[in-house]
C-alpha cells in the first residue's frame, strides 16, 4: 500500500513537470528570434527525432518497431498525426512569437471540449447533461470571444482542433508515447531537413550562422535543445501516466494553459478588454462543469466497485449453465 501510494506521488510531479513544462514554452521560443516560426519549426522537428532516438538508445526500446512495420493502417495514422501536430507547433509559435500568448492558452483551455465534441461527432459517444451544458458554455464563450477580438479565435481554434484530432489518431493508433513520437518525428524529419537546406539556400536559415554579425552558436544552440525540450516533457507524460489515474492527469492538463495565460498578462503584458475577460470567464466555467462531472462519475464508480456483491444461491449459479445446456 504504502509502495504504490509512493507511485502515485511520483506520478503526480511527473505529470506535474510535463504540464509544467508545457506550461513555460511562451518563454522559449521567443529567445530564437530573429528566427522566423517556419525555421523554429523545421529546427524542432529535426532534432526532436535525434532527441528522442537517443532516449529509446538508453531505454534500448526497439521491440516494438518490426511489429509496426507489419501494420501500414497504423503507420498511415501515424504519418497523419505527424502533419497534424505540425501544423499545431507551427501555430503555436507563430502564435507565442507573435504576441499572441493569451490566444493560445485560450486553444489549450478549449481542447478538453473539443475532444468531447469529437467523442460526439466521430466515435458517436453519448454526452451525460452536464458535459452537453459544458460544451453548450464553451460555444458561448467562442462567441463572446469572437466579439473581444473582433474577429473569430483562429488561433485558439486551430489548437484546439490539431490537438482534438491528433489525440483521436493517437487513440486509434494505441501506441506509446515515445514511440509514437518517434515514428512521427521520423516522418517529419526529411521535409525538416529538406526546407532547413532551401532556407540555407536563399540565406533565411539562421541555422550555423556563427560568424560576426550573425546569430552566433548560442542561437544554434538553443535550436538544437529545441528537440530536447520537446521531448523531455512527454517522457515525463508517459511515467505519469502509468502511476496515476487519468481522472489526475485530466486535471494536470490545465496547467499547461494556466501557465500560458498567465505569462500572457504578466510578462508579455498582453492586453485584456472586459469582452476577452468574459468570454475566458465562460470557458472556465465550461471546464468547471466538466471538472466536476468528472469528479462525480468517478466517486460513483468507486461507490459501485467497493459495493458487496450479494451471495448467489447454488440453485441461480447453474441456472446459465441449465439455459446453456437446453439451448444446444
Not at 460526439?120 to 477580438?149: D, F, K, M
Not at 473582433?150 to 485558439?156: D, S, T
Not at 487519468?246 to 504578466?266: E, M, R
Not at 466536476?292 to 461507490?303: E, F, M, S
Amino acid at each position: 500500500m504504502e509502495g504504490s501510494q509512493q507511485e502515485a506521488g511520483r506520478g503526480f510531479w511527473f505529470g506535474f513537470a510535463a504540464y509544467g513544462i508545457w506550461g513555460l514554452f511562451p518563454l522559449f521560443w521567443p529567445l530564437l528570434e530573429p528566427g522566423r516560426a517556419d525555421d523554429i519549426l523545421a529546427n524542432r522537428m529535426t532534432w526532436s527525432l535525434v532527441a528522442v532516438v537517443l532516449m529509446l538508445l538508453v531505454q534500448r526500446k526497439w521491440a516494438w518497431i518490426r511489429p509496426l512495420f507489419a501494420q501500414p493502417r497504423r503507420l498511415a495514422l501515424l504519418a497523419t498525426a505527424a502533419v497534424v501536430i505540425s501544423v499545431n507547433w507551427g501555430v503555436y509559435i507563430w502564435g507565442v512569437n507573435s504576441g499572441h500568448v493569451v490566444e493560445t492558452s485560450l486553444g489549450y483551455f478549449i481542447n478538453p471540449l473539443v475532444t468531447i465534441a469529437f467523442g460526439v461527432l466521430v466515435l458517436h459517444e453519448r454526452l451525460r447533461p452536464a458535459q452537453w451544458a459544458a460544451v453548450g458554455i464553451g460555444a458561448a464563450a467562442v462567441a463572446v470571444l469572437t466579439v473581444g477580438y473582433g474577429r473569430l479565435p483562429w488561433i485558439a481554434l486551430t489548437l484546439a482542433l490539431s490537438f482534438a484530432t491528433y489525440g483521436l489518431l493517437k487513440k486509434k493508433v494505441g501506441l506509446g508515447g515515445l514511440e509514437s513520437f518517434a515514428v512521427e518525428s521520423a516522418v517529419m524529419f526529411p521535409f525538416a531537413v529538406g526546407y532547413l537546406v532551401y532556407l540555407a539556400v536563399r540565406g533565411q536559415g539562421t541555422f550555423g550562422h556563427t560568424e560576426a554579425g550573425s546569430y552566433g552558436w548560442g542561437h544554434s544552440g538553443l535550436l538544437m535543445l529545441s528537440g530536447l525540450i520537446t521531448a523531455i516533457p512527454l517522457l515525463c507524460f508517459g511515467a505519469a501516466a502509468v502511476r496515476v489515474p487519468l481522472t489526475t492527469l485530466g486535471l494536470l492538463q490545465y496547467l499547461a494553459p494556466v501557465f500560458q495565460f498567465l505569462i500572457g498578462i504578466a510578462v508579455f503584458h498582453e492586453s485584456m478588454p472586459p469582452a476577452r475577460w468574459a468570454g475566458f470567464a465562460l470557458v472556465w466555467a465550461a471546464l468547471a462543469v466538466l471538472s466536476y462531472d468528472a469528479l462525480r462519475q468517478l466517486r460513483q464508480t468507486r461507490v459501485r466497485a467497493d459495493r458487496p456483491v450479494p451471495p448467489v444461491s447454488t440453485e441461480e449459479a447453474a441456472a446459465p449453465a441449465v439455459a446453456q445446456r437446453l439451448r444446444q
